[in-house]
């Protein structure tokens, strides 16, 4: 209730100062913002919205948890920190300030965003439309500093790098952009919100990057494996000496002096310079020199001319000898391939049929229903027989020769055995076959026969029947 005109008046003129911003995640550049806000507004009120926009690239914190920890993290300042989801744009908070009775409004806002909020507020200011309505006597709008701590890759201090450091799991580079007041476990807390938000998952162990000054070019450039190889002629700088290196270590390298090895840091060695081009005799005669196997090669043509030489043998004899073993050489190989080739069939076989237990790494298979009942010796006996018959002739007899343990085998008969008995019996004589064929004709023939007479009877029946009607 107002007690006098003049405090009408002067609540009539009462001015409101505001400022508007993502803050996510909030950082010491957005701190220097409130304080210069509070720092402007002097006496006056003095308020702070936060946009609602969220999502995985440059709003990770939800709205509530955001105003949540702008508040603890900047508590002086907490009570002009608004929560109202209703406000979610600049012309939003000015139209619920016009409501609350302000006549005069300041938003604060960095220097890069002056002319557009100033240019945006003026606009709708007394007009009625989606974001509400304000109509207020002055309409100003002031510089928070030269930078807007949410601006995309300013120098200093910014959302962006906070984001950056929480994406790259740098917890040391994302807790410098914090104020000091914050602790550790809320520090890690917001890293882990930050990177939730950004799709990624909690981390309980931070990298702490440190970067280390350069001790020596040299040593960087040996670290990369830029300077030396292994085979590389160097000279030592102290001896003059030039030798090969034979190792390569962590930071030091190890050189062949005539047959000596030596230890050398890699400031204390230089690779030989040649003065004559690649490609010239000298380069040609340095590096057969330097190739494995070139003086042998030589060796060898001196070895094989005087050969030839002492036994009389031309080329045309050496080539005959080589077309030769090229020719055992293919042999081999194809006689090589056929027996793979067996050896695989036999695995097949062995895997389609049970081995026996006792001779089943004899070449070949070895069907266990073969050796059923049988010692060893004679598994052993009837496996060599099996592989000397198969490799006779048909008409040989000596092919059907019975193999040890078949005299005293107890065979099982073949179904077609068992039916062929079945229809003929034990004996198979040409007599017996032949009354067999007799008898069955005879039984047909009687079959025909009473079929006839029933007929014929038949007949008779039908025709009696007739004459007595």
Known sequence: MHTSFKQFLVEEEKTVYFTFGRMNPPTIGHGKVL????????????????SQSTDPKKNPLPYADKVKAVRKMFPRHARSIMLNKKIRNAMEAASA????GYKNVVMVVGSDRLNEFGTLLKKYNGKDARHGFYNFKNINVVSAGERDPDSEGAAGMSATKMRDAAKENDFTAFSQGLPKTVSNPDAKKMFNAVRNGMGLKE???FKRHIQLETVSEIREAFVRGELFEVGQEVIIEKTDQVGEIEIIGSNYVIVNVNGERTRQWPESV???EYKYDYGTDKSVKH???????????KARDRLVKMVDKASGRTMADRQRDAAKATANRKRAERDLA?????MKEDDERKKSSPQDADIKDRP?????AYHSGLSKAQKIS???QFKRQSKMDDDNPAAYKPAAGDKTAKTKPSKHTKKFKDMYGEENSAEKLAKMRIQRQKEVNARKYDRMMDRARTKDTNKKNRETK
């Open 287 to 297: 590096m057969k020199k330097k190739t494995p196997g070139q003086n042998e090669g």
């Open 364 to 368: 070949g298979t070895q069907p266990k």
């Open 203 to 205: 981390e309980n162990e």
């Open 338 to 342: 056929k027996f793979r080739s067996g």
């Open 270 to 272: 230089q690779v030989v």
């Open 97 to 100: 300030l016009y409501d609350e």
């Open 35 to 50: 304080e210069t806000l509070a720092k402007k507004a002097g006496k006056n009120p003095y308020r702070v919205f936060l």
């Open 382 to 384: 009837r496996d060599r």
